[in-house]
């Protein structure tokens, strides 16, 4: 349940929330306003603190899909898939850089309970509730992954594209993010400063990193993965981050201000090909 929102409203370093998890891909991104260096005058600078538009954001991934059938819980589109007991125990997960323990419960027929531990602590519960007309799965998430910050939490729906088998909950099936109805503003601010050979970025959510742009990666303050940053300059006020977790890739995003004065972010997830935009206003 970790991807769209991840890579939707990276306040920090495309790595904060929680949820389940569009425009040009995050290599062609710093052309996709002309070009970036001669906006510059007009645009400013990437310096400043820049908040998120959440009714911005704008999904291209493959259906999210669930199986909650007979006691058992399956996350098929989850990287890796994920099958556990839904008997509201914590149960291991293994190969997930965020989580290594999941509990699934259904509440009743159209509601369903889920959280996340790392390394014995909580990191997020959510309660995905699906309409009475079955086509509106609603997702109100909280996220405790960062220690010592504040919680994070808001609301997304997603549409059904696909029904379950039959005698299965109603969560069963496909469904694609529709939109995200709210977060707290914490979590889509985040401050940026760019140094001749660094970028700096910082987010009220406890994630930080002073990155040098060479590409070499740096640890990613607060990330509760120990995620690293890795960040190269693509043109005046246009820079592409990649973070990996776990040994693995986990998202490359690229930051851009364009000649409208508004910062556009690509978020990709090279292990399922799913990209996210939206764009910040400076604050």
Not at 1 to 21: E, F, H, P
Not at 42 to 70: C, H, R, Y
Not at 183 to 194: C, D, F, G, M
Not at 202 to 208: A, E, L, Q
Request: net charge negative; glycine share 10%.
């Amino acid at each position: 349940m970790r991807k769209t929102i991840i890579a939707a409203l990276a306040a920090a370093s495309v790595i904060a929330l929680a949820g389940c998890k569009q425009a040009p891909t995050a290599g062609n991104e710093a052309n996709a306003s002309g070009n970036a260096g001669a906006t510059t005058s007009a645009a400013g600078t990437i310096d400043g603190t820049w908040k998120g538009d959440v009714s911005s954001v704008k999904f291209e991934q493959k259906p999210d899909e669930f199986l909650l059938q007979n006691g058992k819980y399956d996350c098929k589109s989850c990287i890796p898939p994920v099958t556990l007991a839904a008997d509201g125990a914590y149960h291991p997960v293994a190969s997930h850089a965020y989580y290594d323990e999941e509990s699934v419960k259904a509440v009743d027929a159209n509601t369903v309970q889920m959280s996340t531990k790392l390394k014995g602590r909580e990191t997020g519960h959510s309660t995905m509730t699906v309409s009475g007309d079955g086509k509106t799965l609603t997702i109100n998430w909280t996220d405790t992954s960062v220690a010592n910050a504040k919680p994070n939490s808001g609301s997304f729906e997603e549409s059904r594209v696909a029904s379950g088998p039959a005698g299965s909950h109603a969560l069963s099936g496909s469904w694609t993010p529709a939109k995200i109805a709210s977060v707290n503003q914490e979590a889509i601010t985040l401050t940026l400063k760019a140094d001749p050979d660094m970028l700096h970025l910082s987010s009220p959510t406890g994630i930080s990193y002073d990155a040098k742009l060479d590409g070499t990666p740096t640890p990613i303050k607060g990330d509760p993965a120990g995620a690293t940053a890795s960040v190269k300059k693509l043109a005046d006020n246009s820079y592409q981050e990649t973070d990996t977790a776990g040994g693995k890739t986990v998202s490359v995003t690229t930051f851009t201000l364009g000649a409208d004065g508004k910062l556009t972010l690509v978020s990709e997830d090279p292990r399922n090909g799913s990209k996210t935009t939206w764009t910040a206003t400076k604050a």
